[in-house]
């Protein structure tokens, strides 16, 4: 692979790291600073908003100021919400720094990163190669989520036997997301030239400017007019009336599978299994080193699963399992039964990173493709942000099991959806045109 690949796959992995460790203690922390499950559930909900206009502005900019440097200043965001969750202990100046900087609530992705990073790995690496990279930027993500969870973990037990104080040992674990935050701020100054897109562009303007001149040269020899010209004139209205309408579709679906992850994300699920079966940090986070550490073995068959059923048929099916598996969850009354379902959705919902992202990349023009991916993941960063405030209203009445029904069939009406619509489709119809 070419450097610009590794580097992106580095980003990736130390970005998960740091999210890794965050979802061990987040929920945790929040709670030990006299936070209500109430106010945990909002404090979830309202970072997700801020991601989503934070996300919004810099994917639909990173184009036109550079992804490098959009890269850089999110890596910056990062920096200072972990250095706010260092020292102070006040939930609302945390909730500003969690709305306005870059902090995962869930152990998932945030912030701008991921939109930018798929749209430049399928940017320099030819179509016939990009799910065996994606696969790689999958398994990379998920050991740095499986070395997060359990480095998380440990750092809590060994600080609070230390020192005596769990909140001390909670800032060990931000000090460390900020010392990530600070390796990738590093990684995206050493990024090449070749990850822009500026060429692209100005090929762009150049062939606007030409076909303008054509037009105006076609015009003073046709006084008159002529069909072609008609023709022609009603193609680009229909063309992007098509893509809009595609766009609208995707945003549609994956923010339902997004909404169904709302309702359980990683750190209430950390909660989760600490309030119903007792488990210490470090179990817990060993658990979900193993969790993830399985999943990402899945990174490799899952490309050679997408090329095997296609991208649809494989996102639908991962989606099932996923899905049937988190409902189980709730009926283990032991503590390795629950684990044992929960490790069983991680395997699935991983093995449908690799087919989305080949699906998503395929259709959308190269030069439209970070906008249309952030429009993506913004609609599934805001989706995601119903589900935390119920998620805290549920635990708080005694009854957050239900939200594992809930993650099942949201999760089984996406793969539905999403097979219904999309499962005639040709897969080699290529990205659309504007």
Known sequence: MKKDQWLLLALKFVRMVAYGQTTMILVPFLLSLNSTDSQVGLFMTLTLIGDVVLSSYITFTADKFGRRYMLGTSAVLMILSGVAFMFSSNYWLLLTAAIFGVISPSGDEVGPFRAIEEATIAHITPEDKRATVFAAQNL????????????????????????????????????????????????????????????AFEELDAEAAAATINHNANANANVNGNSNSNSNSNQTPDSYNGYRNLALTLCSFFGIDSLAYGFMPNS??????????????????????????????????SAWFTDYVGPVAAISLTKLGAGLFGALVPTASKQMGAMSYIWMRSLFDTMDVVPRQVFLTSIIEETERTKILGMVNVTKTLARAIGPIFTGMLAGAGHLDVCFYIMGALEWVFAG??????????????????
């Open 417 to 434: 959806a999403v097979y219904v619509v999309f499962a005639k489709s040709e897969r080699s119809a290529g990205p659309l045109q504007i």
């Open 140 to 199: 990379f993500g998920t050991l740095g989520l499986a070395i997060g969870s359990l480095s998380g973990g440990f750092l809590v037990d060994f600080f609070t036997k230390k020192a005596g104080k769990v909140n001390d040992a909670y800032r060990v674990v931000f000090f460390c997301y900020v010392l990530c935050a600070v390796c990738n701020l590093v990684i995206s100054a050493i990024l090449s030239e070749e990850t822009e897109i500026i060429e």
């Open 268 to 301: 209430w699920l950390v909660e989760y299994l600490m309030r119903q079966f007792n488990s210490p940090s470090t179990i817990v986070g060993l658990f979900f080193f193993a969790s993830t550490f399985i999943s990402a073995a899945t990174s490799f068959p």
